[in-house]
Nanobody, 116 residues
Framework: QVQLVQSAGGLVQPGGSLRLSCAAS????????VGWFRQAPGKERELVAS????????IYADSVKGRFSISREYNKNTIYLQMNSLKPEDTAVYYC?????????WGQGTQVTVSS
């Protein structure tokens, strides 16, 4: 059974950093596409970053390029989203997602608030 369990988010000041984690079970990370999405109030859910395949090809939204970094740790079967230089517009609920055998699985979501 595929499960994704996310770490807690938090309140961060503008310019600060935060790392989110997503522990996966029921599949191995190197075999499927995994990623992070976010949804701000009144907006649609959007892709933030994804990592695909054995070679670890990454894709980033233009709004986070150069500030966010997605990675995966095989021995823990966990993916991470390192977020630096956070801005108020990064405030959203963040979700990890895995596409496994033609099905999308989502983490429970975690609130990230960037505010002074």
């Amino acid at each position: 059974q595929v499960q994704l369990v996310q770490s807690a988010g938090g309140l961060v000041q503008p310019g600060g950093s935060l790392r989110l984690s997503c522990a996966a079970s029921g599949f191995t990370l190197d075999s499927y596409a995994v990623g992070w999405f976010r949804q701000a109030p009144g907006k649609e859910r959007e892709l933030v970053a994804s990592i695909i395949g054995l070679d670890g090809t990454t894709i980033y939204a233009d709004s986070v390029k150069g500030r966010f970094s997605i990675s995966r740790e095989y021995n823990k079967n966990t993916i991470y989203l390192q977020m630096n230089s956070l801005k108020p517009e990064d405030t959203a609920v963040y979700y990890c997602k895995a596409h496994v055998d033609r099905t999308d699985y989502w983490g429970q979501g975690t609130q990230v608030t960037v505010s002074s």
